[in-house]
């Protein structure tokens, strides 16, 4: 039976995040400098290097599960201020509601392939690195 690995402790976990969204937020800018009309947004970037991060063994998963678990547990929390500012604009969606319940069934239903069969894809292409080692 595999034994697991104890966690790092939280200050070392949110060091690590800090460090990732720190270099996210320079890349981000260096990247709208390169890219004037092609804004790209840190957490994206964030989440593109610790992805990048835990795949090459850089960052082990130990070293960030626990505090990862406690944000995904207090999403729907850092959600409420966006909710507040929907709310606020009542009227759009008086006149446009039709059009953005579209645009977001659309978006969901795109989102939703779109990450099914890129795991798929990099499901398959692991188990063949596997197989070869």
């Known amino acids: 039976m595999e034994k697991k690995k104890e966690a ?3 200050l070392t976990q949110f060091l690590i ?3 990732i969204l720190l270099v996210a937020n320079i890349l981000s800018i260096g990247i709208s400098l390169v890219l004037p009309g092609f804004p790209v947004p840190t957490p994206l970037v964030g989440l593109i290097l610790l992805f990048i ?4 063994g ?12 406690n944000l995904i547990g ?3 929390l850092l959600f409420v201020p966006s909710g507040i500012s929907l709310a ?9 509601g039709i059009k953005i319940i579209a ?6 239903i795109v989102l ?8 798929q894809l990099v499901a398959k292409i692991s188990d063949k690195t596997h197989h070869k080692l």
Not at 88 to 96: A, G, I, N, P, V
Not at 103 to 108: A, L
Not at 112 to 117: C, E, G, K, R, T
């Open 8 to 10: 790092a402790p939280l």
């Open 17 to 19: 995040f800090s460090s």
């Open 53 to 56: 991060a835990l795949v090459s």
């Open 58 to 69: 850089l960052v082990k998963l130990e070293q960030v599960e626990s505090l990862s678990t």
């Open 74 to 76: 207090l999403i729907g």
């Open 88 to 96: 606020s604009s009542l009227t759009l969606f008086k006149q446009e």
């Open 103 to 108: 645009v977001v069934i659309i978006s969901t």
């Open 112 to 119: 939703l392939l779109s990450v099914a069969y890129t795991s």
